[in-house]
T-cell receptor
């Protein structure tokens, strides 16, 4: 199965709050899990990525938590800011094949 | 460093017409991808090139879609004839080859509307 399931579809958070987006996958060949951020009219841009040999990766206000046994991973945005308002996509890659399989996206709105 | 360039940015055509999109990847990136992003969905891979050879075109509707990457640099994606369900944003991405090539860099996309 190539599918990556993402939730929620949309999310409204107050400024300074924590935004949490969840993803699940089925294909055990996936070995690279990036999160992409997309603003209207722009292409997706890599935000942060993780390999399955670690359970957590943090870059600034963005953290990926990874649960290999459950085949789930999540993005946490701490101290959410209005500038974080965008659509976020989780993705998964079998690095032997390179192509990304994307989730359906989460539209995040951070209210001031 | 210049990003991935795509043109046109917008295109409106009637169904059954043909259309072509152009992509210029980041210099030195051997791998090039075309994705289709339907409104409200994540991008879906259509075709992947390594230099000028096709690596994966399993999800490309080959009865109407074609793509080429001559000389291993620029690429074009063509739809002929277009259907209403082809309305989408067509994204081009590129990456380095080898172990450094996990990160894909996306262009701004071409928004296609089929009437």
């Amino acid at each position: 199965q190539q599918q990556v399931k993402q939730s929620p579809q949309s999310l409204i958070v107050q400024k300074g709050g924590i935004s949490i987006i969840n993803c699940a996958y089925e294909n055990t060949a996936f070995d690279y899990f990036p999160w992409y951020q997309q603003f209207p009219g722009k292409g997706p841009a890599l935000l942060i990525a993780i390999r399955p040999d670690v359970s957590e990766k943090k870059e600034g206000r963005f953290t990926i938590s990874f649960n290999k046994s459950a085949k789930q991973f999540s993005l946490h945005i701490m101290d959410s800011q209005p500038g974080d308002s965008a659509t976020y996509f989780c993705a998964a890659m079998d690095t032997g094949r390179r192509a990304l399989t994307f989730g359906s996206g989460t539209r995040l709105q951070v209210q001031p | 460093e210049a990003g991935v360039a795509q043109s046109p940015r917008y295109k409106i055509i009637e169904k059954r017409q043909s259309v072509a999109f152009w992509c210029n990847p980041i210099s030195g990136h051997a791998t090039l991808y075309w994705y289709q992003q339907i409104l409200g969905q994540g991008p879906k891979l259509l075709i992947q090139f390594q230099n000028n050879g096709v690596v994966d075109d399993s999800q490309l509707p080959k009865d109407r879609f074609s793509a080429e990457r001559l000389k291993g640099v620029d690429s074009t994606l063509k739809i002929q004839p277009a259907k209403l369900e082809d309305s989408a944003v067509y994204l081009c991405a590129s990456s380095l080859a080898g172990a450094e090539g996990n990160e894909q860099f996306f262009g701004p996309g071409t928004r296609l509307t089929v009437l």
